[in-house]
């Protein structure tokens, strides 16, 4: 790929429709999905804004799939609403798969055609057709770094298809582009490359990015949304999450004993939440910063070990989502 260049949109590009709703591309309303006993979604709420590039970050088997899945016209929801640029996606899925592109976690092909005929043959089934098409598939080849290529996809390595599928999703100039891990198959560099791809999609083509990996949606995404058990847990831009929860965040360091204070500091009664950083620092979420700030101290002394550190902290998404989802304190 080739992150420096942005992807141009053809003159072919889809019309929103006159009904797209001024709230977000996505509105979910009470959305629940069952399978027998077990709730794979329960009464989502969500809205995703036009133009953004929303991160949807969940651990594995959080429901982020199956709520993909409803986005497609793949599986049907239980109960409750969604909307995709105005559309009822029940109602209305061929209208709303026609302005939509998708990867799935492990997209499939047909092995024994090229990366050029198969986006060629997305295309077609997308309406395109002579010139236009030709000009297109050139174009998301080089992107993807597959021009050339004219090895059977059955040869493919996993990071290869993957970037396939990601031109196959675009080949229609979506409104909406739905990526579903789209790097968990990548190597580091191949990584990085899609990542500034994704960012240079930013208010053109909104971008609903479902992942586990947090690192990449500290680094592409504007908006954001934790899902956990098939609940969202929050929902907001990425500065609003870290203000509100970082407002009240402490940074401490210690010569020695880290363990041992984290522990200690989790039993005060102003503590919300205590978290390793980096570095062997401890983070911890106060209810109340006077107070933290006035006993620290008292107990690094007492535990006989030296302060090296004191001070308001900037907390990251991985501490908020571990906060959210209840992962076990020190």
């Known amino acids: 790929m080739q992150p420096d260049q942005k992807m141009r949109l053809p003159a072919h590009e889809p019309t929103v429709p006159a009904t ?11 959305l629940s999905k069952t399978f027998g006993r077990k709730k794979a979604l329960d009464a989502v709420n969500l809205s995703v804004p036009a133009g953004s590039i929303f991160g949807f970050l969940g651990p594995n088997g959080a429901g982020k799939t199956t709520l993909l899945r ?26 709303v798969r026609r302005e939509v592109g998708y990867l799935p976690d492990v997209p499939a092909f047909y092995d024994w ?3 050029s005929q198969t986006l060629q043959l997305a295309g077609r089934l997308c309406g395109l057709k002579g ?34 599928g990601v031109a196959q999703a675009l080949i229609n100039s979506p409104k ?4 579903d891990e789209p ?49 969202i847990l929050s929902q907001s831009s990425m500065d609003e999450l870290r203000a509100s929860h970082g407002q009240q965040t ?5 010569s020695t004993g880290a363990e041992r204070l984290a522990h200690a500091i989790a039993g005060r009664a102003w503590t919300i939440s205590v978290h390793p950083g980096q570095r062997g620092e401890i983070l911890t979420r106060v209810s109340d910063v006077a107070a933290a700030q006035h006993e620290i101290p008292t107990m690094v002394s007492e535990q006989g070990t030296g302060l090296v550190r004191l001070e308001s902290a900037e907390i990251s998404l991985e501490d908020v989502f571990l906060e959210l989802i209840g992962e076990p304190e020190p």
Do not use: W
């Open 20 to 30: 797209a709703s001024p709230g977000g591309v996505i509105e979910c309303t009470g």
């Open 70 to 95: 409803i986005m497609t016209g793949l599986s049907r929801a239980s109960s409750g609403g969604l909307q995709i640029l105005g559309m009822d996606v029940g109602a209305e899925a061929p209208e």
């Open 113 to 115: 055609m090229t990366a």
């Open 131 to 164: 010139g236009i098409l030709d000009e297109r598939v050139q174009e998301l080849l080089g992107f993807m770094g597959l021009a050339g290529n004219n090895q059977a996809i059955g040869k493919y390595s996993r990071g290869m298809r993957q970037r396939l």
């Open 176 to 179: 909406l582009l739905l990526l």
């Open 183 to 231: 790097t968990s198959a990548l190597d580091p560099g191949g990584r990085r490359d899609l990542l500034d791809f994704i960012g240079g999609l930013r208010g053109g083509t909104t971008v609903f990015f479902s992942t586990h990996i947090l690192s990449d949606v500290e680094r592409v995404c504007d908006s954001v949304a934790i899902l956990n058990k098939g609940r």
């Open 250 to 254: 402490i940074a401490v360091e210690v």
